[in-house]
């Protein structure tokens, strides 16, 4: 909407910000942003107009510390942080599952105690502030990280997109399971699984193929049952300049060592075979 800078800020994502932000600077606010729109320029000028910063920051934004720019992931160990700061501006990195960076401009380095699986851990009061305070994009991101059905091996985009779809509209019908204070019996894990039994149950999977039967007691039933067992005639050769019949090798001549071709076949069993004595064993004999 606004062409033209915007508070001397020509960054669409600061634009954003500063536009929703109208009316609501210099009078004292917390605004809490996630790691898309977040970035230093943008918290200095915000902290310029009374308006203090927390939530997450990408550490390929412009400014970042080397300290912590350059952290390596794999190196710390869970529960490490790192912080910096800068005036009124407080940047911490803390290992948790991933590396989490988070901005603050009304925080100090400081650790609290809070809980993990059921376990008492350590983690800065920036995350947790962070935590009680963030939108429901990093909410839903952190509830369905345990069940992601989108995967990076989806080559065609549509399908990435559907699955994300489908696997927010689950949390959607969870949370509105939760809302009743009758039915609070099941875990997230639990509904996932009663809505998938209960669409198995629904709609079950009807199959228009019959059965698989092994080829060989297909043959046998095929090949023994009194019926159209009329010879016919090869398909045409489709090779270039050919125009006769392939030839195949006779099956039954083929089971007693022997190279004889020929270029009819039953019809039903689709196997080619000689006339004759051939053929009436083939059709009559149980154990060839």
């Known amino acids: 909407m606004y ?43 915000l902290k310029s107009r009374c308006t203090d910063v927390l939530g997450t920051i990408s550490r390929r934004r412009k400014g970042i510390p080397h300290a912590i720019k350059y952290l ?9 942080s790192v912080g910096r700061h800068c005036g009124d501006i407080a940047l ?4 948790d599952v991933k590396l989490v960076t988070v901005l603050s401009t009304y925080h100090q380095h400081e650790m609290v105690p809070g809980r993990r699986a059921g376990q008492v851990v350590l983690k800065p009061t920036v995350v947790q502030e962070y935590n009680r305070y963030m939108g429901g994009v990093d909410l839903k991101d952190q509830k369905l990280s345990m069940f992601l059905l989108e995967r990076k091996r989806n080559r065609k985009w549509y399908m990435k997109v559907f699955k994300m779809l489908l696997n927010t ?17 099941y875990s997230h894990r ?24 092994p080829n060989q007691l297909q043959r046998l039933v095929l090949r023994l049952e009194p019926g159209n067992h009329f010879p016919i005639y090869t ?22 060592k022997k190279r004889v071709v020929v270029i009819v076949m039953c019809k039903l069993c689709q196997v080619p075979l000689c006339l004759g004595k051939c053929w009436e064993d083939y059709h009559t004999v149980e154990n060839l």
């Open 3 to 45: 062409p033209g800078p915007l508070h001397g800020f020509n960054d669409k994502t600061a634009k954003v910000v500063l536009q929703l932000m109208e009316g609501y600077l210099d009078t004292g606010h917390v605004l809490v942003m996630d790691n898309w729109y977040n970035q230093l320029l943008l918290t200095r000028y």
């Open 72 to 80: 390596n992931p794999k190196q710390l160990e869970r529960g490490v």
């Open 92 to 95: 911490v990195a803390w290992k």
């Open 169 to 185: 509209s689950l949390l959607n019908a969870f949370i509105i399971y939760l809302r009743n204070p009758m039915y609070r019996m």
């Open 190 to 213: 639990q509904f996932r699984l009663k809505v998938a039994e209960g669409l198995l149950s629904r709609y079950p999977r009807v199959s228009s193929v019959p059965p698989r039967v």
């Open 235 to 256: 398909e045409a050769d489709s090779r270039p300049g050919k125009k006769n019949r392939k030839q195949l090798r006779c099956v039954r001549c083929t089971a007693l």
